[in-house]
C-alpha cells in the first residue's frame, strides 16, 4: 500500500480536480471536478481524498486483511470470496476514523455551510472508459451534521469490499491492494425531476442520437429500471426524432437517510415530464459534456427549482467499436456484423457430450 503524504491533504474542494485526480480522488470525484472546469452545472461540494483512507486502513490495522482477500482468496471459489469480502466490509464498516481525519471532514462540511448533503463512493476503478462499476459502491442522501457525515463516509470506505465489488474487480482483472476509494460530499439537489442522457443511443449504437429519459422524483427508479420513463431520441443538434410519454407508475422518492418507490401520484402518471426548453437544454449540456471529455457520455441529471443540475457523467462502455479508419459521416450508417455468438454465451469449453 502507498505510504501516506501529509502534504498531499486530506479534502479538496470538487472545483480544485479534475480528470488528472483519479488516483486521489476516485473516477466519480475527478470527472465532477473535470465537469465544473467545463462550466457544467455541478452541485457544490468537497471529496474525502484517497490519503484519509489509507490513513483509516493502517490506523485499523486492516492492511493484512486486504493483502489476505486480495492475493490469497481464490476468485473461483465464489462462496468462500463473498464470504470474506463480507467479513472484511463488517471489519471496515466499525473502524475508527482517527481524529485528524474526521476533523477535516467536519470543517469542510461547515465550510459548504451546513444542511442535507449527499455522501457518494468514489473509487479509483470505477467511471473508467472499460469498467463503469456502475452501482458497486454505496451512496447515502440526506445526511446532516459532521458526525452523520464522517459514519457515511465509512459505510461509503466500506462498501469497497462488498462482495458484489470484490467479485466484478476479480472479473474484469482489477482487484490489487494499491485500490483505494474516495468518498464525494455534495449538497443535496431535492429533485422534482430526474432521469438520464445518453450521448450516443446504447440501444442501437446511434453515435449521431442522444437518448433522454426522464421521470418524477429522484433518479434511482429511472436508474434501476423500476420505472418506464418518458423517452426522447434526439439528432446531434438537439431536434427530437422520437418522442414517447409512458405510464410511469412509480417514483423515487426521499425517506429517511435513503430513498424508496412510491406510487406515482394519478395525474403526474402519463404526464410529459419535461418541457421542450427543459429536453434541448439537457442535449446542449450532454453535448458539451461529450466534447469535453473525448467520448460519448453516460449522464445523470436532476431538476430542482426549476435549475438543471448534472450529477455524475461516465464513459458509456457498451458502444459497438468503430470501425478503423473512420469513415466520413457522409459515407452513411454501417452495420457491424459479430459472428462470434457462441464465444459470447459460451463460457466453459465444450464437453465432448455437448460435442456430440
Known sequence: MPAISHEAGLIR??????QADLPVAGGKGASLGAMLHAGLPVPEGFAVLTEAYWAFVRHNGFDEPVRHLVEDVAPDAPEA?????QALRDRFACGEIPVEVARAI???FERLGGGLVVVRSSATAE???GASF???????LGIEGPEEVCDAVRRCWASLWNPRAVSYRKRVGLDSTDIAISVVVQRMIDADRSGVLFTANPLDHRRDRMLLSASFGLGEAVVGGDVSPDTWVMNRAGQVVEHHVADKQVMTVREGKG?????MPEDRRRAVTL???EVAALAELGGRAEGYFGSPQDLEWAIADGSIYLVQSRPITSLLPLPEPLP???DGLRLYLCCNVHAQQMVEPITPMGID
Open 259 to 263: 430513498t424508496a418507490n412510491r406510487p
Open 328 to 330: 466520413a459521416p457522409a
Open 134 to 140: 456502475a452501482g458497486q459502491h454505496d451512496s447515502f
Open 275 to 277: 418541457s421542450d426548453a
Open 81 to 85: 470470496l463473498a464470504d470474506a469480502a
Open 13 to 18: 474542494g470538487l472545483e480544485a480536480l479534475d
Open 106 to 108: 467536519a470543517e469542510a
Open 127 to 129: 467511471d473508467l472508459p
